[in-house]
């Protein structure tokens, strides 16, 4: 089992951590908080929709290049990695020194998609592949509603499997992602 730590404790982890790997459901705010916490913490920004998985127009790309990228990213010596794909977490584990899970009540990820479609209907987010505008379609909907129940048993084995040492901070709310922001702005 991983080891779960309180926000205070992540804070003061986080500050040495080199390779952090920030996971949760669509639409539940890990680019946002990613992005704020590479500013924070010096640490390159790696989005995996826009860095590993996609291709313009919506194309994945083939799998043994998805894992290649991977590889080649994990590989490096300071990251902050932002995205899901329990497939490849193995991979990403093996390197991680530190885990925040953002793990919100459903309505905030679903929220969060319908939002983000709304603003940036027609065109490309930062953190996505280029060619890729914002879309909604009942797939991805259905994603995001059973994530809890088809993602995340996933998850856990595979932090399970990575082991006692690895800390974990789990979020579930905004209001706690805000509370650790401060806190490591208080840091400095």
Not at 71 to 82: P, S, T, Y
Not at 146 to 161: M, Q, R, S, W, Y
Request: a positive charge; glycine letters at 8%.
């Amino acid at each position: 089992m991983p080891k779960f730590v309180s926000i205070s404790t992540a804070a003061e982890q986080l500050r040495s951590a080199n390779r952090i790997l920030v996971i949760g459901c669509s639409g539940s705010g890990k680019s946002t908080l990613s992005q704020k916490l590479c500013r924070r913490l010096g640490l390159p920004y790696i989005s995996m929709d826009r860095d590993v998985f996609w291709l313009a127009g919506w194309k994945m790309r083939p799998r043994a290049e998805i894992v290649e990228r991977m590889k080649a990213f994990v590989a490096g010596e300071r990251w902050l990695i932002d995205g899901n794909s329990p497939g490849t977490l193995p991979i990403r584990l093996q390197r991680t020194e530190f885990v925040v899970w953002l793990r919100p009540p459903r309505w905030v990820s679903v929220y969060g998609i319908l939002s983000r479609w709304i603003r940036y209907r027609g065109q490309t987010r930062p953190e996505q592949a280029e060619g890729c505008p914002e879309k909604m379609d009942w797939p991805f909907f259905r994603y995001v509603w059973n994530f809890e129940k088809t993602e995340v048993p996933e998850i856990l084995g595979h932090l399970d499997a990575a082991g006692a040492e690895l800390p974990v901070l789990v979020l579930k709310s905004h209001a706690e992602s805000h509370r650790l922001l401060a806190i490591l702005d208080r840091g400095h």
